[in-house]
């Protein structure tokens, strides 16, 4: 597991899409741990929650644009304002049922936004998203 990136936080407010996607991502022993928040600020109070004089810095987040409360956009929003050592080199993959081109085009624009998928994550999706963003550990084959 060596490649393995050494944390992923799915933020999303579905029991069973965390379930399939952390499923997905621990049967291809993508990450040594996988953190699941089933809101937007609960997502927010980890990643600004010291651990050990450290923060908890996924290299990728998985977030779902439509949540109750606070929203993915909402999110991104309350993200943007974190210090940059409760950010780190985080990849935020946006990860939605959402077909709304309102959307799509909304998050090319948004430079936190580093690719934008629909559920449900696939295997071949995974591996994309990680040879784009991880290329020194998951090289295409």
């Known amino acids: 597991m060596s490649n393995a990136l050494k944390k992923i936080l ?21 990450a040594e741990e996988i953190v699941i928040k ?6 927010l109070d980890y990643l600004s929650t010291l651990v050990e004089k450290k923060y908890p810095q996924p290299e990728l987040i998985f977030l779902d ?9 909402e999110f991104l929003e309350h993200y943007e304002k974190l210090e940059i050592d409760q950010k780190g080199g985080i990849v935020i993959t946006m990860l939605t049922t959402s077909s709304s ?12 936004i580093n690719r934008f998928e629909n559920k449900p994550l696939t295997k071949k999706r995974l591996y994309d ?13």
């Open 65 to 73: 644009i439509n949540m109750p409360g606070m929203n993915g956009w």
């Open 38 to 43: 089933y809101s937007a600020t609960d997502a």
């Open 129 to 141: 998203i990680l040879e784009t963003h991880f290329p020194d550990r998951f090289s295409k084959d």
């Open 10 to 30: 799915l933020i999303d407010d579905s029991e069973s899409d965390n379930f399939i996607h952390s499923r997905l991502l621990k049967k291809e022993n993508i």
């Open 101 to 112: 081109d309102t959307d799509r085009v909304k998050a090319s624009t948004n430079t936190l």
